[in-house]
Nanobody
Framework: QVQFVESGGGLVQPGGSLKLSCVGSGTGFSTYLMGWYRQAPGKQHELVASISPGGNTNFGGSVKDRFTISRDNAKNTLYLQMNDLKPEDTGVYYC????????WGPGTQVTVSS
Protein backbone atom coordinates (compact mmCIF):
# COMPACT_ATOMS: atom_id res chain seq x y z
CA GLN A 1 0.00 0.00 0.00
CA VAL A 2 1.37 3.39 -0.96
CA GLN A 3 2.34 5.67 1.91
CA PHE A 4 2.98 9.39 2.07
CA VAL A 5 5.06 11.58 4.39
CA GLU A 6 4.52 15.32 4.48
CA SER A 7 6.89 18.07 5.63
CA GLY A 8 7.47 21.80 5.46
CA GLY A 9 4.78 23.21 7.71
CA GLY A 10 5.28 25.81 10.40
CA LEU A 11 4.10 29.03 11.97
CA VAL A 12 3.82 31.97 9.61
CA GLN A 13 2.31 35.43 9.77
CA PRO A 14 -0.62 36.40 7.56
CA GLY A 15 0.65 37.23 4.09
CA GLY A 16 3.60 34.88 4.43
CA SER A 17 4.58 31.85 2.39
CA LEU A 18 5.38 28.19 2.95
CA LYS A 19 6.29 25.32 0.66
CA LEU A 20 5.13 21.86 1.62
CA SER A 21 6.60 18.60 0.37
CA CYS A 22 5.25 15.07 0.30
CA VAL A 23 7.20 11.94 -0.54
CA GLY A 24 5.39 8.82 -1.66
CA SER A 25 6.58 5.25 -1.34
CA GLY A 26 6.65 2.61 -4.04
CA THR A 27 6.99 2.72 -7.81
CA GLY A 28 3.59 3.92 -8.97
CA PHE A 29 3.74 7.55 -7.86
CA SER A 30 4.07 8.91 -11.39
CA THR A 31 0.73 7.35 -12.37
CA TYR A 32 -1.30 8.75 -9.48
CA LEU A 33 -3.72 11.63 -9.59
CA MET A 34 -2.64 13.37 -6.38
CA GLY A 35 -4.15 15.88 -4.02
CA TRP A 36 -3.25 18.13 -1.13
CA TYR A 37 -5.81 18.14 1.65
CA ARG A 38 -6.09 20.12 4.83
CA GLN A 39 -7.91 19.41 8.05
CA ALA A 40 -8.91 22.19 10.40
CA PRO A 41 -9.58 21.32 14.05
CA GLY A 42 -12.83 19.43 14.37
CA LYS A 43 -13.41 19.23 10.63
CA GLN A 44 -13.02 16.66 7.90
CA HIS A 45 -10.29 16.58 5.29
CA GLU A 46 -10.80 19.26 2.64
CA LEU A 47 -9.27 18.97 -0.82
CA VAL A 48 -7.38 22.16 -1.65
CA ALA A 49 -5.52 21.23 -4.84
CA SER A 50 -4.96 18.32 -7.19
CA ILE A 51 -2.59 17.43 -10.01
CA SER A 52 -2.72 14.78 -12.70
CA PRO A 53 0.22 12.57 -13.65
CA GLY A 54 0.83 14.91 -16.59
CA GLY A 55 0.69 18.08 -14.52
CA ASN A 56 -2.85 19.37 -15.02
CA THR A 57 -3.95 21.19 -11.87
CA ASN A 58 -7.14 22.13 -10.06
CA PHE A 59 -7.65 24.28 -6.99
CA GLY A 60 -10.33 24.91 -4.43
CA GLY A 61 -11.91 28.34 -4.67
CA SER A 62 -10.45 29.58 -1.40
CA VAL A 63 -6.83 28.96 -2.47
CA LYS A 64 -6.94 29.65 -6.19
CA ASP A 65 -4.36 32.25 -7.25
CA ARG A 66 -2.51 31.82 -3.94
CA PHE A 67 -1.42 28.15 -3.96
CA THR A 68 0.54 26.23 -6.59
CA ILE A 69 0.72 22.45 -6.76
CA SER A 70 3.53 20.67 -8.57
CA ARG A 71 5.22 17.30 -8.67
CA ASP A 72 8.58 15.70 -9.42
CA ASN A 73 7.81 12.16 -10.48
CA ALA A 74 11.49 11.21 -10.58
CA LYS A 75 11.66 11.95 -6.85
CA ASN A 76 8.19 10.63 -5.94
CA THR A 77 7.54 14.08 -4.51
CA LEU A 78 4.54 16.39 -4.47
CA TYR A 79 4.79 20.07 -3.58
CA LEU A 80 2.41 22.80 -2.46
CA GLN A 81 3.63 26.39 -2.66
CA MET A 82 1.41 28.56 -0.49
CA ASN A 83 1.55 32.34 -0.81
CA ASP A 84 -0.41 35.15 0.83
CA LEU A 85 -1.40 32.83 3.65
CA LYS A 86 -4.48 33.67 5.70
CA PRO A 87 -5.53 32.57 9.19
CA GLU A 88 -8.23 30.37 7.63
CA ASP A 89 -5.48 28.35 5.92
CA THR A 90 -4.49 27.01 9.34
CA GLY A 91 -4.70 23.25 9.65
CA VAL A 92 -2.87 19.98 9.17
CA TYR A 93 -1.94 19.42 5.54
CA TYR A 94 -1.83 15.98 3.98
CA CYS A 95 -1.15 14.60 0.54
CA UNK A 96 -2.97 11.55 -0.77
CA UNK A 97 -4.59 10.09 -3.83
CA UNK A 98 -7.15 12.43 -5.35
CA UNK A 99 -9.73 9.65 -5.51
CA UNK A 100 -10.15 6.96 -2.87
CA UNK A 101 -7.46 8.26 -0.50
CA UNK A 102 -5.40 5.58 1.19
CA UNK A 103 -4.10 5.63 4.76
CA TRP A 104 -3.33 9.18 5.84
CA GLY A 105 0.27 10.08 6.63
CA PRO A 106 1.38 12.14 9.63
CA GLY A 107 0.56 15.44 7.94
CA THR A 108 2.32 18.73 8.53
CA GLN A 109 0.91 21.52 10.68
CA VAL A 110 0.45 24.96 9.15
CA THR A 111 -0.44 27.78 11.50
CA VAL A 112 -1.12 31.25 10.18
CA SER A 113 -1.20 33.77 12.98
CA SER A 114 0.19 37.13 13.96
Amino acid sequence: QVQFVESGGGLVQPGGSLKLSCVGSGTGFSTYLMGWYRQAPGKQHELVASISPGGNTNFGGSVKDRFTISRDNAKNTLYLQMNDLKPEDTGVYYCNLRHNPTTWGPGTQVTVSS
